[in-house]
């Protein structure tokens, strides 16, 4: 058996879903960002449902020092946990991969490969699938950095990868949630992308020869940052080269969204470089997103158990 931490902020849509999806381990721990919207009353209900579901509140600085924190704060009954966010699900079967591959110990963590599903299809082509995740893992060998808009694992060990999937609703809030999201997460990912053109490099190592799939992508994902037009070109090469034309109107609605996504950054990276004045008291620091203040009586963190 292995423990799973369900990260949330404002996830009112999607949590009793999540945590329904989640029950079948013995030991859920909701980890809330001090949500404004509904999400801790809901979770709180499921708890009740779910005398194995747990709802702690830790305020959030970036998504590799929360996940560190979780990791290294929050006691489990197991020393094997797996990590699901609010829009995602855990499916039986891959549970029960899971379960087989804590118990072999012949790794420290396992990769797993998201299913994204947008405007009530999954988009097989032009997400790159399988694109794996780290999210299984020993939670003593494994930690989290910050990285642009997101975060990247440091892994004390080897790792495998799995071959059961997990659906991913990236759109499940709407367009509007969606542009909002990714409005800030481009603030993140201009500041990464100037500090990568600045001393970073590409690993044409990692490129041409890499082991996995996650090594090949984030050096191509290095290389992308130094290419021109690079809204045109991630429009052309995920719906042309990728195949998203197959995935039909969905797919193409997708490809846009990212090639609007590409735009937003390299509009913040000019205005960093020109306006940084602006972006310093304007735009969310990198990793954070807008949490709702806490009084001078609140703690960084609250736990209740199954309330």
């Given at each position: 058996?292995?423990?799973?931490?369900i990260?949330?902020?404002?996830?009112?849509?999607?949590?009793?879903a999540?945590?329904?999806?989640?029950?079948l381990?013995?030991?859920?721990?909701?980890?809330?960002?001090?949500?404004?919207?509904?999400?801790?009353?809901?979770?709180?209900?499921?708890?009740?449902?779910?005398?194995?579901?747990?709802?702690?509140?830790?305020?959030?600085?970036?998504?590799?020092?929360?996940?560190?924190?979780m990791?290294?704060?929050?006691?489990?009954?197991?020393?094997?946990?797996?990590?699901?966010?609010?829009?995602?699900?855990?499916?039986?079967?891959?549970?029960?991969?899971?379960?087989?591959a804590?118990?072999?110990?012949?790794?420290?963590?396992?990769?797993?490969?998201?299913?994204?599903?947008?405007?009530?299809?999954?988009?097989k082509?032009?997400?790159?699938?399988?694109?794996?995740q780290?999210r299984?893992?020993?939670?003593?060998?494994?930690?989290?950095?910050?990285?642009?808009?997101?975060?990247?694992?440091?892994?004390?060990?080897?790792?495998?990868?799995?071959?059961?999937?997990?659906?991913?609703?990236?759109?499940?809030?709407?367009?509007?949630?969606?542009?909002?999201?990714?409005?800030?997460?481009?603030?993140?990912?201009?500041?990464?992308?100037?500090?990568?053109?600045?001393?970073?490099?590409?690993?044409?190592?990692?490129?041409?020869?890499?082991?996995?799939?996650?090594?090949?992508?984030?050096?191509?994902?290095?290389?992308?940052?130094r290419?021109?037009?690079?809204?045109?070109?991630?429009?052309?090469y995920?719906?042309?080269?990728?195949?998203?034309?197959?995935?039909?109107?969905?797919?193409?609605?997708?490809?846009?969204?990212?090639?609007?996504?590409?735009?937003?950054?390299?509009?913040?990276?000019?205005?960093?470089?020109?306006?940084?004045?602006?972006?310093?008291?304007?735009?969310?620091?990198?990793g954070?997103?807008?949490?709702?203040?806490?009084?001078?009586?609140?703690?960084?963190?609250?736990?209740?158990?199954?309330?």
């Open positions: 058996m292995f423990s799973i931490f990260l949330t902020h404002n996830e009112e849509l999607d949590i009793a999540c945590i329904e999806s989640a029950a381990s013995d030991d859920v721990i909701v980890v809330d960002s001090f949500s404004s919207d509904r999400t801790p009353e809901i979770a709180r209900d499921m708890a009740e449902r779910y005398p194995q579901v747990r709802f702690i509140q830790h305020a959030f600085v970036s998504h590799g020092q929360q996940r560190t924190w990791l290294r704060n929050i006691p489990t009954r197991h020393h094997w946990s797996y990590i699901l966010e609010a829009d995602e699900r855990m499916t039986p079967a891959l549970f029960a991969e899971c379960e087989v804590a118990q072999s110990g012949e790794h420290v963590g396992y990769y797993a490969a998201e299913r994204v599903m947008f405007m009530d299809k999954w988009i082509h032009s997400t790159q699938y399988p694109r794996y780290l299984l893992l020993d939670k003593a060998h494994v930690w989290f950095d910050d990285y642009g808009h997101t975060e990247r694992e440091v892994v004390n060990g080897t790792h495998g990868f799995l071959q059961e999937t997990y659906p991913h609703y990236t759109c499940g809030k709407g367009f509007s949630r969606w542009i909002e999201k990714h409005n800030r997460y481009s603030t993140d990912e201009a500041k990464e992308t100037v500090k990568q053109l600045t001393d970073g490099k590409v690993s044409w190592r990692a490129l041409l020869m890499g082991k996995t799939e996650v090594e090949r992508r984030r050096a191509l994902k290095d290389l992308s940052l290419i021109p037009g690079r809204p045109i070109v991630r429009f052309l995920m719906y042309f080269i990728l195949g998203g034309i197959l995935d039909g109107r969905a797919g193409f609605t997708w490809c846009v969204l990212q090639a609007f996504y590409e735009y937003l950054i390299l509009l913040k990276v000019w205005e960093i470089r020109h306006y940084p004045e602006a972006t310093a008291t304007s735009l969310t620091l990198p954070q997103t807008k949490e709702p203040e806490q009084t001078k009586d609140e703690s960084n963190t609250s736990i209740s158990n199954a309330v």
